[in-house]
């Protein structure tokens, strides 16, 4: 696999962490989206308290992706925002060709996921790679254009859970 700036961890998180994660949410009211991306998320911004040591892991790989491809701490100040756990209910996946950064998220820089289910089937991307969806993988990428990407669909028909967020520029208004 030829994913140029793509940092992908395996076992970032442990089946138990990914389980707990899935237990905390999977009873709450997922909202659904009228879009075309086929999940239901619980809302953006999760920054839970119980979320604590997941944020306190991502820290360290944000920085293991620093030091992977040094010429990102070029960029201004990023933060990680729009955090979230999304859904896709059995025949569900986000199926368009998308970038994450576009005119609706101009902020974007790159985009994470953590799959917390285990699945046969993944993200593919527009050069024809694969990122299997593996439990407790992380995947960290470029949100441009030059990472357009897809869902899969879920041949076993299972529910699926990711977690996922942009590291996005900090914008300040100046007076």
């Known amino acids: 696999m030829d994913l ?55 820290e ?42 576009d005119p609706e998220a101009p902020t974007r820089i790159l985009g994470l996921m953590i799959y917390l289910s285990d699945h046969q089937c993944g993200t593919q991307f527009f050069n024809g790679d694969v990122v299997r969806s593996k439990q407790g993988r992380l995947i960290i990428w470029p949100s441009s254009f030059t990472h357009t990407h897809r869902g899969q669909k879920c041949p076993e028909n299972k529910n699926r859970y990711l977690f996922s967020g942009y590291y996005t520029y900090i914008i300040t208004q100046k007076t």
Do not use: Q
């Open 4 to 58: 140029n700036h793509v940092l992908i961890i395996d076992s970032f998180l442990t089946p138990k962490e990914c389980n707990k994660i899935i237990k905390m949410y999977a009873p709450l009211k997922f909202r659904v989206l009228g879009d075309h991306s086929g999940y239901e998320d619980w809302g953006v911004n999760i920054t839970s308290e119980k979320l604590k040591f997941l944020f306190k892991k991502l």
């Open 60 to 101: 360290k790989a944000t920085l293991k992706y620093r030091k992977k491809f040094p010429a990102i701490n070029y960029l201004s100040k990023l933060t990680l925002r729009e955090c979230r756990i999304k859904l896709f209910r059995p025949g569900k996946h986000f199926a368009n060709w998308h970038a994450d950064h």
